[in-house]
């Protein structure tokens, strides 16, 4: 791949990188934050539904921040934007999509396909 475009890849992993962070920061300012009393339980309840929710969402970024560093390590490894299966280089369309993808589309595909075969 072009230095010019793994440094644009690279931007938008940071980016990305930097966003997910902020959101974290702001999830934890506000749940540390002093929390008034309920009167209703339904009114807690519901806090609590939200706040769960949000954690799991958190949950999820904290895994992508592990995918995204990884991307950022074969960036500077020279492997970025090479199928870990194949070695075929991947579309530039699909790391736009999905940066930290590591997989063809035709990779991914067969091993999803698989996936759902030992599923049934």
Do not use: W
């Not at 931007?11 to 990305?16: F, Q, S, V, Y």
């Not at 929390?35 to 958190?58: H, Q």
């Not at 579309?91 to 063809?104: D, F, H, Q, S, Y």
């Amino acid at each position: 791949m072009e230095p010019e475009r793994l440094e644009f890849f690279r931007n938008l992993l940071h980016e990305r990188l930097d966003e997910i962070l902020g959101e974290a920061d702001k999830t934890r300012n506000d749940m540390t934050g002093t929390l008034a009393p309920f009167p209703d339980p339904t009114d807690r309840a519901s806090l609590e539904t939200d706040r769960n929710f949000t954690l799991r969402i958190r949950d999820r970024e904290r895994r992508l921040i592990t995918k995204i560093r990884e991307a950022l390590e074969r960036i500077d490894a020279g492997t970025y934007g090479y199928c870990e299966l194949c070695g075929n280089e991947i579309n530039e369309k699909r790391l736009i999509a999905r940066p930290v993808t590591t997989m063809c589309i035709a990779c991914k595909s067969s091993q999803e396909a698989l996936e759902r075969a030992k599923g049934q």
